[in-house]
């Protein structure tokens, strides 16, 4: 049988390879490749390398020469991993151990360029932090780090740009500058445009982490299975009740933790401390050695939270959910087709595959609270925290979240989960019990806890912790060997003493340009329409009702005021009436609900960098787009067969005049209904809202009675889209001719005045758009836990 080399063609391995040079090994063999061809890694004939591994491809891996040196394209269908990390293409830059076929117990391979050296120690920061991915030369004067495979350092994370940041040697050492990126670059946990960096630096790019040592750039991904330990929590409200009282614990790695306690112990309050949201008072949360609340901006981006409220569009399928979170999540330069593989991914991972195609609405309890888990494993959190996952569901769906929490844990993350079903712990590692005050009752492991109580079930447990000050269940769980046995685990160092200031967190930094989230979010506010039939039809009938009214208007006259004098008729000003008002019911109905029944999903994407400017501008174009459409066919259905005004101010359609009137208002008014929908916090209120703000308009508009000089009718008048509208409409119609009396200034028959009442209804838009702004902008993070 012929050696290897002659098998391959490949040169022998010697002691000095040749400049260019790959050195490869793999099942006792060691070759070294030319940079004159492709070389084919696989199983069987036609292979320039045959592996015996059963879970080898027959053409597994490519390794071929490129400009920067050699680079490796995976073939096959069981994968190559580096680490943990499945790769498609990867720049080899110095030695990497690549895994075919399996993470734990695929084929190694081992890759070497010519001239690289025996890689370097792992710093201990980087040892702490993360696992050893990849050792790099920094012999030249530039190096480039981003996710493009072009990169001196490749980085396979779809929260890393392509181009992500640089470092360049300078006179005085080497300088980091960020190019532009997504998620930012930090530097010992604080984001940096550009500074110098130096052997004790630790660079955080993604779930990335970069150190220099000697001649060689060590790299470090933070793939989870990191501990997690809490330290003297304390909150304290600004009027002085403490809502969580010097709580600690600590988790190992890929762990599964269970809070659970009475209503009113600080569970939520923990989870908010826990995830950065709204800092301690005092005490640290520590997540790889690392102090979260210092290094938050970085660590964010590790971090995924599930709420209690389901942060999803039930009107999409689970598949448009996902790619619509993660066009809004990930980078912009990321590519289609990165992001509908790291939506397929997540869909295998929690098992929604075979419902990926289905609307949300249609799913169960437990597939739906799937849904919401799959959307914070998009961006591959190291730290998982939910809310009530289990809340309302029956007890088959209650045991199927937590199994799938529990895979989740094994896969390699931390998991909190604040419960108030204790039906299914005993798939968590960890049981923390809080007592009334935010007092820890208990903090080990689930099987010990009724023994530890001294009670059948928990529900006892419950009603125990009620016979008795939170204060004095803390003081007996520290005096206990289960308690002494968690401090010592903890090793607690008491940090409540001493308060620590927190600000709290900003929303988070954007992924994208405003007008690129713009885009995105009008696509998914379209979807979402177009995928509820039933509101679709609604908005289409409502316009053709309102006309129906509008034809029950008696007389002949339609709009024309000639014809009314002759006649006697009142029915232009009584048909101006029905268009003015039926236009601002459809636009205040199109919105009221809008921003409010969605202000879970507002916050959460709020948090992770959403735009609100490109929020709200997504709200106003859509709606205006629909309302706009709702009110053309409203006045042309309801004048059809009517008679127009007589003589036209600006335009040579008197019909025209009074769409751009009634489309004013229909447009005002759905501003007005945002706002409302802005500053309630319960959807049930918007339309007892709605019926008051369409009666305001009627009652003030100036059609219904005169309102001119009236105190305060009058000034309240200003405020009202309807004044001003109808004001337009009855200038063009010369609806003051119809009006023996002085008649109402505001609907004099001339361009100016028609002009003047369009302005006003134009500045009445703006400010409602601002005052929108102003309302959403307080449920921004930091602006909520300053209220608190």
Not at 373 to 389: G, I, R
Not at 618 to 646: H, I
Request: proline share 7%; aromatic share 4%.
């Amino acid at each position: 049988m012929s050696t290897p080399e002659r098998q391959t063609g490949a040169a022998p391995a010697t002691s000095s390879a040749p400049p260019g040079a790959l050195q490869v090994r793999a099942e006792g063999r060691r070759l070294v490749l030319g940079p004159d061809r492709p070389f084919v890694i696989g199983r069987g004939e036609g292979t320039d390398l045959d592996l015996s591994h059963p879970s080898v491809s027959r053409r597994h891996l490519v390794l071929e020469p490129d400009p920067a040196g050699w680079a490796v394209t995976d073939c096959s269908r069981n994968g190559t991993f580096l680490g943990e990390d499945r790769i498609t293409r990867l720049a080899v830059t110095g030695p990497v151990r690549l895994r075919l076929g399996g993470v734990s117990d695929g084929a190694t391979v081992d890759l070497q360029p010519a001239g690289t050296a025996v890689p370097p120690p792992v710093p201990p920061r980087l040892t702490q932090q993360g696992r050893l991915s990849a050792v790099h030369a920094v012999g030249g004067s530039r190096i480039t780090v981003g996710r493009l495979p072009d990169n001196d350092v490749v980085l396979d994370d779809l929260l890393v740009s392509r181009r992500h940041a640089e470092l360049r040697r300078g006179p005085h050492g080497w300088v980091l500058t960020d190019l532009g990126s997504g998620n930012g670059t930090f530097v010992n946990g604080r984001r940096v445009t550009e500074t110098a960096v130096g052997p004790d630096d630790v660079i955080g790019i993604g779930r990335g982490l970069l150190q220099l040592e000697g001649d060689h750039l060590v790299a470090s991904v933070d793939r989870g299975g990191n501990a997690f330990e809490a330290d003297g929590l304390t909150v304290v409200t600004p009027q002085g009740t403490t809502l969580l009282q010097s709580v600690g614990f600590a988790l190992p790695r890929n762990a599964l933790l269970a809070v659970i306690g009475p209503s009113g112990a600080g569970k939520s309050t923990l989870l908010h401390a826990l995830t950065g949201a709204r800092p301690a008072d005092s005490g640290h949360v520590r997540y790889a050695g690392r102090d979260l609340y210092e290094d938050y901006d970085e660590l964010r981006h590790r971090i995924g939270l599930v709420p209690q409220d389901d942060v999803l569009h039930t009107q999409l399928t689970v598949r448009q959910a996902l790619t619509y979170a993660a066009r809004l999540r990930f980078p912009a330069d990321t590519s289609a087709a990165d992001r509908r593989q790291r939506v397929d991914e997540v869909l295998e991972d929690l098992g929604l595959t075979a419902h990926a195609g289905k609307r949300i609405t249609s799913l169960s309890g437990g597939q739906r609270k799937r849904t919401s888990v799959a959307l914070e494993l998009l961006t591959k959190p190291s730290l998982l925290f939910l809310d009530e996952p289990t809340s309302g569901l029956d007890p088959g769906m209650d045991r199927s979240v937590m199994r799938t929490l529990r895979s989740i844990a094994d896969d390699g993350r931390t998991v909190v989960v604040v419960t108030h079903n204790v039906a299914n712990l005993e798939v968590c590692d960890q049981l923390l019990v809080l007592a009334p005050g935010g007092w820890v009752a208990y903090a080990g492991p689930p099987a010990d806890a009724l023994r530890y109580f001294g009670q059948p079930d928990f529900a006892e447990v419950f009603l125990l912790l009620d016979t008795a000050p939170g204060e004095e269940w803390a003081r007996r769980f520290r005096e206990s060997p289960d308690g002494r046995r968690a401090a010592g685990s903890a090793a607690h160092r008491q940090a409540a003493d001493r308060p620590v200031h927190h600000p709290p967190p900003a929303a988070g930094p954007r992924q994208q340009s405003p007008s690129t989230q713009f885009a995105v979010l009008v696509r998914r506010y379209l979807a979402v329409v177009a995928s509820d039939r039933q509101y679709a039809l609604s908005l289409a009938a409502l316009p053709l009702v309102l006309s129906a009214l509008a034809h029950a208007v008696p007389g002949s006259s339609g709009l024309s005021v000639s014809a009314a004098l002759r006649t006697g008729e009142v029915q232009p000003r009584q048909l101006l009436l029905v268009l003015v008002i039926g236009a601002a019911l459809m636009g205040a109905a199109a919105s009221v609900r809008e921003l409010v029944k969605e202000r879970p999903v507002y916050r959460r994407e709020r948090a992770i960098g959403l735009s609100l400017g490109a929020y709200l501008a997504s709200k106003v174009v859509v709606l205006a787009v629909v309302t706009g459409l709702q009110a053309v066919l409203f006045t042309w259905a309801g004048l059809l067969g009517r008679e127009g005004p007589d003589d036209p101010l600006l335009l040579d359609a008197g019909r025209v005049e009074v769409l751009l009137a009634v489309v004013g208002v229909t447009w005002a008014s759905m501003l007005t209904g945002l706002a409302i929908s802005a500053a309630i916090d319960n959807a049930d209120r918007g339309m007892p809202l709605l019926v008051l703000l369409v009666m305001v308009q009627l009652v003030l508009c100036g059609g219904l009675f005169p309102v001119e000089g009236r105190v305060p009718l009058e000034q309240m008048a200003w405020l009202v889209p309807s004044r001003w509208g109808f004001s337009m409409a009855a200038a063009t119609a010369d609806l003051g001719a119809l009006d023996p009396g002085p008649g109402d200034p505001t609907w004099g028959h001339s361009a100016t005045t028609w002009l003047s009442d369009a302005v006003l209804l134009l500045a009445i838009a703006v400010a409602l758009v601002v005052l929108t702004a102003l309302l959403l902008a307080r449920l921004d993070p930091r602006q909520r836990a300053r209220r608190r």
